[in-house]
Structure formats: C-alpha cells, structure tokens
C-alpha cells in the first residue's frame, strides 16, 4: 500500500507527540478514516483492514492460529454434540441454530493444541466417556499467512456475524484468497452469499430440536384456544379491548410459531 506524507502539522504538537512517544502517522491514518467512514459497528469498522480484523478477534479468543491443516474430526460426547465425524476441506463454514456445538468445536479443536483443558470451559462433563480425533493434513510444504509465520489453518468463531451487505462480500472473498485452510462458524449467513469454495457443514442439536418442536406444539394448541375465543368475540359487540389483546396475542404466536420452525 503507498503512503502519503502530505501533512501539515502544528510543530510544537510533534514535538509534545514525541516526547510522549505518540505514532502521529497512525493517529492521522485513523483520524482520517473515521471521518470519511463514519461506520457505527465494529465489524464495519474492522472491515476496512481484515488483517487487523481477525488479530483483534484473536484476542478475544474467536480465532485460533494453527500449525497444521485438520482432515477430519470425530467428536463424541463433547457438549450437546452426541457423535460427529467431519471430513474438512480447504476452506470450511459450519453452520448452525444456537446451541447446536458451533463454538464447541472449534474449541475442542483448538484445545487439541495444548490451548486448556477441555474441562476447564465446562465443554464435557468428567463422568461422561467423550472422544477428541483429530487427523492432520501430511505436507512438507509450509505456508505463510499474512499474520503468523508457519500457521496453516485458521478458526473463525463467529467473525462473520459482525459484517453485513458488502463488508460480509469482501470478507468472504478475502478468505477463500487466504493460503490456507480456514474454518469458521456462522448462525445468520445464507448458503448463496458464499462463493463454491466454501465446504457447508451442518450442525443439529437432537435435544434442542425436540424441545423447541414441543414447544412448537404447545404454542399451537394456545394458538387454536385464541382463535376460538375471537370468533366467541367476534359475535358480541361489547368487549372490545379483550378482543384486540386477542388479536395481538394470535398475531404474536404465530410469529413466534414461524421463527421457531425456522430453527427446527
């Protein structure tokens, strides 16, 4: 990237910077970009350097820099996730309804790699037979990212629920350039807003899905009750205000009802 230095800069306030040993450059660059993009989100914010973007995620323990390349993963027992066999490729997206083991396996992964014990995050329960295979990816060819020196697989946990419209484009398109594997989680991106590189993997959660179909159903039932009482209701003029509570109780429900078959 070519920098230019045409800065016009009080004297005495580069000389107080560098006493206090202040990066003027930096402060200007980033002075400069928040004028002319005045975004109000983080990940709109970070969108403008990615590099800067999954360093700061790194420190929040959302991306993991790895030494190898995972072929496959077998899981048992770890979190709400029963028994799983995953096959990786290149470049990988697990998606998922909350509480399906999105973040668990990444860091079952991660932890593989001396990160914690998995105990530690409460991710299995020590009364409980569990398994964590993983199988590497032979190369003799080492590969150097843009961030570390010898990481050839990079965990995303989430990175890209923080961007939307164009930002969530470049950042696609900015990791299926990366040289080298990337696995990551997402809960809100669509298949078609990824490009044929990316290898979609599903993640259910059993229990979870029986639970919200049980509570699918039992809203139905309340639902048919509301609908009865406002035909009651709708042969009577009195009771008017009963009658709209009604109506926004059967409209409420049958939201509820649709976002939740959503996640089913």
Known sequence: MKKNTLLYLDENLVREAKKKGINISKLAENSIKSTLFPFSSIGEKAALDFGTYL????????????????????????????????????????QGAGASGKTILLKAISHSFGRKDLSEDGIINNKRNFKVKLELVKELKIIETNFKKDYKCILIDGGMDRLEGEFLKKFISYLSKLDCQVILTSQMIKEKQLNKKFNIIKLENPRLKAMLKERVEDMMHKLMYVTRELKKKSSHKGDKEKKEGLEREKVKLEEDIKEIKLKC
């Open 55 to 94: 360093k700061d995620l790194e420190k929040d323990n959302q991306v993991y820099f790895l030494p190898f390349k995972i072929k496959s993963l077998i899981l048992e027992n770890v979190g709400p996730i029963e028994k799983l066999h995953i096959n990786f490729k290149e470049k990988n997206i697990i």
